[in-house]
């Protein structure tokens, strides 16, 4: 049996709140707001029961927030691709932000099983004057449970229509893509953190958070197979691959904090379950 789940999430402000609304189908939730870091900014956290996708199976996301509203989203835990049987996996989420609007999309990774059939779609759409940070973070095989990638294929699609698109299909059983030193060069996760305005950045602003990031990049591990580029006057992106997910997540997260105290003047308040 395949599930097919959606979520309508909405920000608003209220005074000087931000206030979250949703309704849904299927197997796919939003726990409690929170307000860590005061009224101005809710934390939610979306949690899909069952766990994992399996052919046939679709997630919609459709989030919205009004003008002067601030949103952060997280997961408690990867969106896991599991096997399939001939029928692809989908997860698709759409972002639409008002002006004045800011949301921050930070989900766990999602890992490719062996044998899945998967598409995992981003699309934000942008006020003039709205900002988005987001992170997508892709893990092929568990390498440290002997769990290889070998087969199966997964599609990423992330777009901000008219602005910037990136989009790949990836084979398990392509080895100049899987392994070859053009392609992941065996790396098993590929992560990216990308900051995106409505319109175009203030040169400065823009200069000054590649600089930020490619300092904590060169502190860091990885610093080898990641950097920091600006692929369009609205865009600035971070990309690194890793042999597992958690150094990748450890960078990503170092520059988001970075980042929202330098861009927006926020604190580095993490989301409760990152602690734990």
């Not at 927030?65 to 952060?72: D, E, P, V």
């Not at 369009?232 to 992106?237: D, G, I, S, T």
Request: proline share 6%.
């Amino acid at each position: 049996m395949s599930w097919h789940a959606q979520l309508q999430l909405d920000y608003r402000l209220e005074g000087a709140r931000t206030v979250a609304s949703h309704q849904h189908e299927g197997p796919l939730r939003l726990l409690k707001s929170l307000y860590p870091e005061g009224e101005a900014l809710c934390h939610n956290v979306l949690v899909h029961p069952p766990g994992g996708l399996v052919g046939g199976d679709t997630l919609d996301l459709h989030i919205t927030a009004q003008s002067g509203a601030h949103g952060l989203i997280t997961t408690p835990g990867a969106t896991r691709f599991y096997r399939s049987s001939g029928k692809r996996a989908v997860q698709r989420t759409h972002i639409r932000l008002s002006d004045q609007a800011r949301l921050e999309w930070l989900p766990m990774e999602a890992i490719c099983y062996n044998d899945c059939l998967a598409e995992n779609h981003l699309t934000v759409e942008l006020g003039s004057q709205a900002e988005f940070m987001g992170w997508d973070v892709t893990a092929f095989g568990l390498p440290l449970a002997n769990q290889p990638f070998e087969q199966g294929q997964f599609l990423q699609h992330i777009e901000v229509p008219g602005v910037w698109l990136e989009r790949g299909q990836l084979k398990a059983d392509d080895s100049r893509l899987m392994n070859g030193p053009l392609g992941l060069a065996g790396a098993r996760c590929m992560a990216s953190l990308f900051f995106v305005a409505g319109s175009k950045l203030d040169k400065t602003r823009r200069d000054q958070a590649l600089e930020l990031a490619r300092d904590l990049i060169a502190a860091h591990p990885l610093l080898a197979t990641a950097g920091a580029t600006s692929p369009n006057p609205q865009v600035l992106v971070v990309r690194c691959l890793s042999p597992v997910v958690e150094p990748a997540m450890g960078l990503l997260r170092q520059i988001w904090g970075a980042w929202r105290a330098q861009l927006w003047q926020c604190g580095q308040e993490t989301p409760r379950l990152w602690a734990t």
